[in-house]
Structure formats: structure tokens, C-alpha cells
């Protein structure tokens, strides 16, 4: 007898909630959100203060669900705010354009985000320094008591002194104006007219985690407002806990898959990077001067500073001038690389000067010798509010007894050339440690829907925000385009009827979920985790070619067709877990159709071709993907093509619903 | 006196989440905030279960929604680090469960 078998027959518990396995319950509304997230959340309030009637369904808790759900500590992209010295069309004007960063979408954030930011302060949310306790400090603007980060003269950052309370004061809202909210439901297929891939989306299946209930959403309109899929190359909670090696644990890319069933077009979702591999620590809770950290001093061993230049070499002499433009500079843009926006750092060469012996590890962050005011804005409204850092960070330091004016937080031991580098440290990508094949799809900017302007995907009926679209990602980013989303479709809502959904479909994906609940014996959602995990690091790592990657396509659907059909689940919450790790399974399949579908290699996406060695980043388009009839199709879309609709200002205009 | 179990070997990190048993009122906000369910009610009523603590993403929420303060997150052995008091050069370290030895106030 296995240990499962005896564990399930001597030890075992009874579930704490209702068990009710295809007990089916049907809903019906004018606008569907998936994903109670920032972007679902902002969804979902405008699409509601449009008339429209609001279901918001989510895995986890919406409450605390998504990447903001235990906080933010800043607020990008507020050029509308009275202070900020940038307008959204300036700023347009001053950035380079990323093709593999949907630059109509920073457009709208340019637009949106103060008023998203003034949003959540009506909601309850503290936005300013109302304590007064930065008064004279250079980042604050006395008369609106606004305070900013990062480029202190052009204001375009905002900090968020109550950002760690963002979604309990988001869920209040929604509560407030009667959006209906599901919680820990993981929606598993989107309902389409007639049941037909590539037809207009009218809702969505799913299945209670805790009950195992099963529910039918019927919507004129749904917005995709899941995460992007993680896991997929390493799998680990046993070597460092959940929290090292992954973003949060839920992100299967449950709407990437949803949309790419039913046929909506996909693109850039092999982008990847090679991951910290499970010797990440937990996000700034090692010293540390990037980010949220920004721009503390660092001091080696025996407590000599290492000194901060700018983007000419520069040495700055004092911890202000780390938050001065350099001579000739127009400004900082946080994130954004290139030299024109060039934040101070580290001295270049501080790699080499560690190996000669002149600065010892390890590194201490040292607080103690910051400026009052910085030290308690990092220490307190940063750390803090930013998510993940309340407790995790601030509550675990102070109540170990770390105390910001006395001591050194040490930064962690890693190889001279990443202390030189410009990540943050505790993530540092250490590529050559771990191995050579452990990526993670990218969070930041990585793959998604490809949307218009009006945020509809290239279905009928389906939109999206935050980071479920191709490219995007941020919180600011997310709130603007979920904001926008949601009016975009209510107005469409209003103009559509309820087309009846097919029931074939809904019985076939019953079907499909039950069956992991009717056996006994069968492989745990751990291990088929796992090795769809080395499918990946051995058929689409660093070293991929289209016979490798073909023979990766044939490994997952063998996967798929053995041990995931014999996949076990105890419980509605093992159930999620099984589901999760079927999506992962299909993102799987997007991704290496992806690389393939790029005869070439791509700098930008972390994709790597031995048969196709030369870079085609330049090539002027995308690679889109779509399923019709169950079969791959590769279409072609040129970068930029959302200028088809003259200049942003204009385009806004006209598709904003304001 | 000693007892043996026949039980599986502990899930590792174990540890994630603690709870006062003194403050605790069964009241499961901390249940209901979890965004992966790590948590489950406890049949007998009183403290929750920490039923996935593999699966416990170390947000902090559960800690930060307590209404008692009866909840403690604890970060795996191998993701806590060291600091240094500037003015003696000691040496500290995370662990605020059992450790004795915190930085005089």
C-alpha cells in the first residue's frame, strides 16, 4: 500500500468545507472580470460606474488576491498630477520606443494613472503625507503634500503611504456598488457563441476551490485580468519554500490559455530570463540600494562607503546628488534603461576594486548614515507598503530587533560582478550556479493578448488589461488599462444582447475537471509539475532547435495524454492545484510554438536558436499565435501597429469612453 | 516518557506561519485572506490549520489582517540574512521565533 493510500484510509481529515463536485451554479451579467487584481479591480469599479452589472471571479481571495494584494509603495506615471513637470505627450516625445513594450498602453497609464491614484485616495487610500511627517524634505511637494521617488525634480513617481491597504480599500469599493465577487474560483474556459473557437466570447466556466462547486458566468462582455504564467521551467517549493523561486504561486496563466483556446491571437509568450534559480531571498529583505531600497548607501565590510557616480562616471560626493539629474540630463525614468534616463548607481568598475582587495564583502546597506528623511521614507512608507514588505520585511527585522538608525542590513554574498551590477541583489539571475537551463518566463513585459486600442482582444466580446496583455506589466499600468478596459466594455455591453451558450461545451469542460476526482490512485499535481518542468529546461532552454523543440511539443502531449489523465486530486483545493498544472502544460505548448514559429533567435525574447542563429529583433514584426480548429496559425504584425490610429493623443481620444 | 508516530516526514519549510494560541479566536480572517488557501479552518474550532505551508507565498497578509495579532510569518532557515550594529560591529540575525538573543533596546 503506498503511503497515499494509507494516509487517505487511516489518517485522513474530512474536508472542512461543503464538498459539492459537479454541483452546478449559473450566473449571469453585463461585463465579466476574471483575475481581481489591480487591473481586474479597476476593471471591474468602471465598468460598474458605466451601468454595467459586475462579476469579478478570482482563485485566491480578492480581498489580497494579485501581484498589489499585500501592497505598492509607488505609483508610475502620474504626468497629469499638478506638480509632475512631464506631460504624457512630452514624455511620449522624450522615450525611446521599446516594440516589446505596448507603448499605447504607457500611453494611457501617462493619462490615467494620477486620476487612478485619486481614485483609491476617494476609496479611503492615504496617497499624500497627511502626518505631515516629511515636511522640508526634497521629495515632497509642500502645497498638495504629494511626495515622489526616484526623480525628485520632475515628480512623475509617486510614493504611496498607505499603498499596503490598496486592495482591502478596493474590495470595500467593490463591495460598495454591488459587483458580484467570486472568490477562490479558478475560471478554466471562456464560453463562446456557438461553442466555436474564434467566435465572440460570452463567458466563462469554472470551479470552487474550497466546494468544488462548478459555475457558468454569462456575460456580453469579459475582461482578462489573470497574471502571467511562472513555473515553468523550475518547480520547488520544497528547496526554498514557495516565496524564493516564484512570483506568486497562482500565476498558471490561467487567461493566456483561456484566450488561446478559444482562439484569441497571442504573442511574445517565449520571452524569458534566466531565473535565480531557488537561491533567490526573500525581495528586499537583504541589503540592498535598487528599487524600493533607492538610493541607500552601501558600505563593505570594514564600513568604507562604495562610492555612486552618474551616467558620465561622475562621482556624487553627497546622498542627494544621487537624486539630482546629471549635467545636461532631462530626467530619470525608473526601470527604463538607455543613457538619456540613466539613474545613478554603483561606480562601474566596483567588480574589479572588490577582486584587488579595496572593498571587502560582504556589503552592508547602511541606513544609519542616511539623512533622516530618507531613512524613514525607505524604512517605513517604501518598505512597508510596497507588497511583500510589510510584515515579510519591516514587522520581521524590527521584531528581530533591527533598528534602521543603528544597524547594517547585509546585502547577500554573491560573485564581484553581480555587487557591480544594477539589480537588485537578493534576485540577482545567477546564471552558472544552478545550471545553465533554468529560465522563468519573463513577469516583466512578458507575453499575452495582443489587444487594440480599445483594449478588446482580437475576439468579439474578449478584453484585457494590467498583464494579461502582451508586454505590460506595472501597477500603475495595470489601473489605467484596467480602468479603461472596464468602461471600453461596458459601452460594448450596452450595444450587444445574451447569445445562449452552448451547453456542449460547458458539459465537455465538466467533463475535463471532474475527472481528476474520480480515481483513487493516480500521480499528484506535484510531481507532473515537475516534469513538465525538465521538458522545459531540456526542450526549450538555452539550447533550442526545431527538432529539440519538436520533440518537446511530442513530450507534453504525451505528458498529457498518460500521466496528467491519471492526475488524482484529494480535495477541491488538490483539484486547483491539477488545473493549474494542466494550464501550465498548455502554456508550455504556446511557448515552444512560439520559439518555433521565430525562424531566428531573439535577444529580447531570451530565445536562442542553434539551426537559426541570427538575431531578428529588427525584423519589424511580431510573430502572432492563434488556434483555428485546434491548429496552430503564425500570422505576422508589424511593431508599432497600434499607429495605424494616428498619434496616441488622438487615438486616446476617441477610444478612451470618457 | 516518549511517543513515536507513523507519520510523513515533515514537508519542508514547515514553519511558515505560527500562531499564538493565547490570542487566537478561531476567528479565520487570516483563512480568508490567503490567497492560496495555505490555511484551513480548524474542525475544532481555534487556530487554523497551516495545512500547504509548501505552498505559503511569505506575502505576510495573514499576519498583516489579524485582528488579535495572534499570527507570526517566519521565513525559511535558508532566506534570513545578518545585519551589524553599526557602533560595536555585533552581528544579528532574523529569526524572531526562538531566538534569545536580540540587540539590547
Request: charged share 25%; glycine share 10%; with cysteine.
Amino acid at each position: 500500500m503506498d503511503y497515499r493510500k494509507f494516509l487517505m484510509e487511516k489518517l485522513h481529515f474530512k474536508w472542512p468545507y461543503p464538498v459539492r463536485y459537479e454541483e452546478e451554479t449559473r450566473e449571469e451579467c453585463d461585463v465579466l472580470v476574471i483575475g481581481g487584481g489591480l487591473a481586474g479591480s479597476f476593471a471591474a469599479i468602471n465598468a460598474a460606474k458605466k451601468g454595467a452589472s459586475v462579476i469579478v471571479t478570482d482563485k485566491g481571495a480578492i480581498v489580497r488576491s494579485g501581484c498589489a494584494g499585500s501592497g505598492i509603495d509607488h505609483w508610475s506615471s502620474i504626468h497629469t498630477a499638478p506638480c509632475s513637470k512631464i506631460s504624457p505627450d512630452e514624455m511620449l516625445e522624450r522615450t525611446e520606443p521599446d516594440p516589446f513594450k505596448p507603448e499605447f498602453c504607457r500611453y494611457i497609464a501617462m493619462r490615467e494613472s494620477f486620476d487612478a491614484a485619486l481614485e483609491l485616495e476617494s476609496y479611503g487610500m492615504c496617497i499624500r503625507d497627511e502626518k505631515d511627517e516629511f515636511v522640508g524634505a526634497p521629495f515632497r511637494d509642500e502645497e498638495t503634500k504629494l511626495m515622489f521617488a526616484y526623480d525628485y525634480e520632475n515628480k512623475h513617481t509617486l510614493r504611496l503611504p498607505g499603498g499596503e491597504q490598496m486592495k482591502p480599500v478596493l474590495f470595500r469599493e467593490m463591495n460598495r456598488l454591488g459587483i458580484k465577487m467570486f472568490d477562490r474560483v479558478t475560471t478554466t474556459m471562456l464560453l463562446t457563441e456557438g461553442g466555436k473557437q474564434g467566435g465572440r466570447v460570452i463567458g466563462a466556466c469554472g470551479v470552487n476551490t474550497r466546494t468544488g462547486e462548478f459555475y457558468v458566468f454569462r456575460a456580453k462582455a469579459v475582461i482578462l485580468t489573470t497574471a502571467k504564467p511562472l513555473r515553468l521551467w523550475e518547480f520547488a517549493t520544497e528547496l526554498v519554500g514557495a516565496n524564493a523561486a516564484h512570483d506568486d504561486p497562482n500565476n498558471a496563466g490561467d487567461g493566456d490559455v483561456m484566450a488561446w483556446r478559444a482562439g484569441a491571437k497571442l504573442m511574445m509568450m517565449d520571452r524569458s530570463h534566466s531565473s535565480p534559480a531557488g537561491r533567490r531571498y526573500p525581495a528586499y529583505l537583504t541589503g540592498n540600494r535598487s528599487n524600493t531600497w533607492w538610493p541607500c548607501t552601501i558600505v563593505d565590510a570594514n564600513g568604507k562607503e562604495i562610492p555612486w557616480q552618474d551616467r558620465d562616471g561622475k562621482i556624487l560626493k553627497t546622498v542627494e546628488d544621487r537624486t539630482k539629474l546629471a549635467e545636461g540630463q532631462e530626467m530619470f525614468a525608473g526601470g527604463m534603461g538607455g543613457y538619456k534616463t540613466y539613474m545613478p548607481g554603483l561606480i562601474s568598475d566596483l567588480a574589479d576594486r572588490i577582486r584587488s582587495g579595496e572593498y571587502k564583502m560582504p556589503f552592508y546597506a547602511d541606513l544609519t548614515s542616511m539623512p533622516d528623511h530618507e531613512r524613514r521614507v525607505i524604512f517605513g512608507i517604501m518598505l512597508g507598503n510596497e507588497g511583500k514588505t510589510k510584515v515579510p520585511v519591516v514587522e520581521t527585522l524590527r521584531n528581530s530587533g533591527f533598528d534602521p538608525e543603528k544597524d547594517m542590513l547585509q546585502a547577500n554574498v554573491l560573485p564581484p560582478k553581480y555587487m557591480g551590477s544594477n539589480q537588485p541583489w537578493w534576485g540577482v539571475m545567477q546564471e552558472g550556479i544552478s545550471g545553465p537551463n533554468i529560465r522563468e518566463l519573463a513577469f516583466s513585459n512578458g507575453g499575452g493578448l495582443v489587444v487594440d486600442w480599445s483594449m478588446k482582444s482580437t475576439l468579439e466580446g474578449l478584453y484585457a488589461a494590467g498583464n494579461q496583455v502582451a508586454g505590460l506589466s506595472g501597477a500603475s499600468n495595470a489601473a489605467s488599462t484596467g480602468r479603461y478596459a472596464g468602461r471600453n466594455a461596458a459601452v460594448y455591453a450596452k450595444s450587444v444582447g445574451f447569445p445562449a451558450a452552448s451547453e456542449d461545451q460547458i458539459a465537455e469542460e465538466k467533463k475535463r475537471i471532474y475527472s481528476f476526482v474520480q480515481r483513487q490512485e493516480g500521480y499528484g499535481w506535484k510531481e507532473i509539475q515537475l516534469g513538465l518542468c525538465r521538458i522545459m529546461q531540456d526542450y526549450c532552454g538555452d539550447v533550442r532547435s526545431g527538432e529539440v523543440m519538436e520533440m518537446g511539443l511530442w513530450w507534453l502531449q504525451s505528458i498529457h495524454d498518460n500521466e496528467l489523465s491519471r492526475a488524482v486530486a484529494a480535495n477541491p483545493h488538490d483539484l486547483g492545484k491539477i488545473l493549474d498544472v494542466a494550464t501550465r502544460l498548455a502554456v508550455d505548448q504556446i511557448v515552444i510554438n512560439q520559439s518555433l514559429a521565430r525562424k531566428g533567435s531573439s535577444k529580447a525574447m531570451g530565445s536562442v536558436r542553434l539551426d537559426y542563429p541570427e538575431d531578428v529583433d529588427d525584423c519589424g514584426f511580431y510573430q502572432t499565435l492563434r488556434l483555428e480548429n485546434n491548429e496552430v496559425v503564425v500570422e505576422e504584425l508589424p511593431y508599432f501597429y497600434w499607429r495605424d490610429e494616428g498619434n496616441c493623443r488622438d487615438a486616446y481620444e476617441k477610444h478612451c469612453c470618457l | 516518557m516518549y511517543n513515536a508516530f507513523f507519520v510523513s516526514s515533515p514537508i519542508t519549510p514547515n514553519e511558515c506561519i505560527t500562531f499564538d494560541k493565547t490570542k487566537c479566536t478561531g476567528c479565520n480572517t487570516c483563512v480568508d485572506s490567503c490567497r492560496g488557501d495555505v490555511l484551513m479552518p480548524n474542525p475544532e474550532g481555534g487556530e487554523p490549520i497551516v495545512m500547504y505551508p509548501d505552498e505559503c507565498w511569505y506575502c505576510g497578509v495573514c499576519v498583516s489582517d489579524c485582528p488579535v495579532g495572534a499570527c507570526t510569518l517566519n521565513h525559511p532557515i535558508n532566506q534570513r540574512i545578518t545585519w551589524k550594529r553599526k557602533a560595536t560591529g555585533e552581528i544579528f540575525r532574523v529569526n524572531y521565533c526562538y531566538m534569545d538573543r536580540k540587540p539590547e533596546e
